[in-house]
């Protein structure tokens, strides 16, 4: 059923797919068209074609949801995540506001059923894009694309401002998975001698787990790679003193040998030379 303003400017229609009959979009005007980018990595970002559109927060949460579920969700599920305070008839109420959000901004965003919700297939997620590089530079192999050589989409938290329940696991497993990538393309570009790219992998990966023993050691195999023994041997004194600072601990002996460091012999060595 199709409606217009006063001015006729604005046309509202919802549309139904060809299928089971139950299908609906969540369309309105001439915006259907633009292509809808979702940012979840370093917060919460709708864009429709050029423009980043404002979102409520509700309307926020159930986008975001959707889009970390990657498969349709079952209304009640989505309502029992969402508002997981909230008696069931004022879970179901909220959700349906928060879609009579949605279906105001003009834009494909939803896919729905009688039992269903579902991100429009359409719709742009960097999570999505992550996700694929993660797990192409992670699996077999040694070669990889251009488009993957690229840290860029491998950085930043999943809605890192956000503390609900349901995403805390989320982006804690998105965490281990991107520290994993970074390790590996730095390691992939390092013995492809793209030793600055390699450099700059590595580094992100210590940011984002700075006692992570194997990030650093990709780090620095990537430093003697591009033949800089000295950055090497200060990013491994670095790093050896910031396990001592933190855990009382000592790096793995191979990570000595690696960087060609006296190894010590004691407890009570590692004890005075944390004094120094």
């Known amino acids: 059923m199709d409606t217009t303003d006063d001015g006729g400017a604005t046309r509202v229609r919802r549309s139904r797919s060809l299928g089971d ?11 259907e068209s633009l292509p809808a980018r979702v940012h979840l990595l370093r917060g919460f970002e709708l ?4 423009r980043a559109i404002p979102l ?8 975001a949801f959707l889009a970390v579920r990657e498969r349709p969700q079952r209304r009640a599920t989505v309502a029992g995540a969402l508002w997981i305070d909230a008696a069931e008839d004022r879970a179901s109420a ?5 879609l009579w959000k949605i279906r105001s901004l003009g834009a494909r965003l939803i896919r729905t059923t009688a039992s269903h919700l579902a991100l429009d297939p359409k719709v742009e997620v960097d999570l999505t894009m992550f996700l694929a590089q993660a797990r192409r530079l992670i699996g077999p192999g040694d070669t990889f694309e251009d488009c993957d050589a690229s840290p860029d989409l491998l950085v930043g938290d999943l809605l890192p401002d956000w503390d609900e329940d349901w995403i805390l696991f989320e982006r804690e497993r998105l965490r281990q998975l991107r520290v994993h990538a970074l390790e590996a393309l730095c390691g992939r570009l390092s ?8 450099i700059d992998a590595g580094q992100a990966a ?5 006692l992570r023993e194997s990030a650093q050691r990709v780090l620095i ?3 003697l790679a591009e033949g800089n023994v000295c950055e090497a041997r200060r990013q491994f004194e670095l790093y050896r003193s910031l396990l001592w600072d933190s855990l009382k601990l000592s790096p793995a002996v191979d990570l000595f040998e690696l960087t060609g460091a006296s190894l010590p012999r004691t407890y009570g060595e590692l004890r005075r030379e944390s004094l120094r």
């Open 21 to 31: 009959g139950n299908d609906t979009s969540l369309v309105i005007g001439h915006t």
């Open 47 to 50: 864009c429709v074609g050029p």
């Open 56 to 63: 409520a927060s509700n309307a926020q949460r159930l986008v």
């Open 94 to 98: 909220n959700l349906r506001t928060a």
């Open 191 to 198: 013995r492809c001698g793209r030793h600055a790219e390699a």
């Open 206 to 210: 210590v940011a984002a787990e700075p």
């Open 221 to 223: 195999s990537a430093h």
